[in-house]
């Protein structure tokens, strides 16, 4: 069964740091670029970050720059969002997504990302 399972949201002060990361199975997660979105209730979902197969690509989202890192380890088939500085609008459902590209496109719609996890929920407190 093909599956994005992301795991490590929670509720964290302004300021503080979280680990979000996203386990995939096998063959969705084989030569596939991987990204992070989010969404807040009501709102379209806004890209957040995106790696490459290899890792030597990574895209941010301007509200992401300098606060948040997105890695991969593709020998157990994760990759990761390190926040920091998190600030209270931060605060989203944030989803794991893969695409069926190596690398990320900008110039595609959702830079190319064909399959979503259900998400996990950040908050951050003032």
């Known amino acids: 069964q093909v599956q994005l399972v992301e795991s490590g949201g929670g509720l964290v002060q302004a300021g503080g740091s979280l680990r979000l990361s996203c386990a995939a199975s096998?063959?969705?997660?084989?030569?596939?670029?991987m990204g992070w979105y989010r969404q807040a209730p009501g709102q379209q979902r806004e890209f957040v970050a995106a790696i490459s197969w290899g890792g030597g690509t990574t895209y941010y989202a301007d509200s992401a720059k300098g606060r948040f890192t997105i890695s991969r380890d593709n020998a157990k088939n994760t990759v990761h969002l390190q926040m920091n500085s998190l600030k209270p609008e931060d605060t989203d459902v944030y989803y794991c997504?893969?695409?069926?590209?190596?690398?990320?496109?900008?110039?595609?719609?959702?830079?190319?990302?064909?399959?979503w996890g259900k998400g996990t929920l950040v908050t951050v407190s003032s």
């Open positions: 997504a893969r695409s069926d590209r190596v690398t990320p496109n900008p110039n595609l719609n959702n830079y190319g990302m064909d399959y």
């Open positions: 096998g063959r969705i997660f084989s030569s596939s670029a």
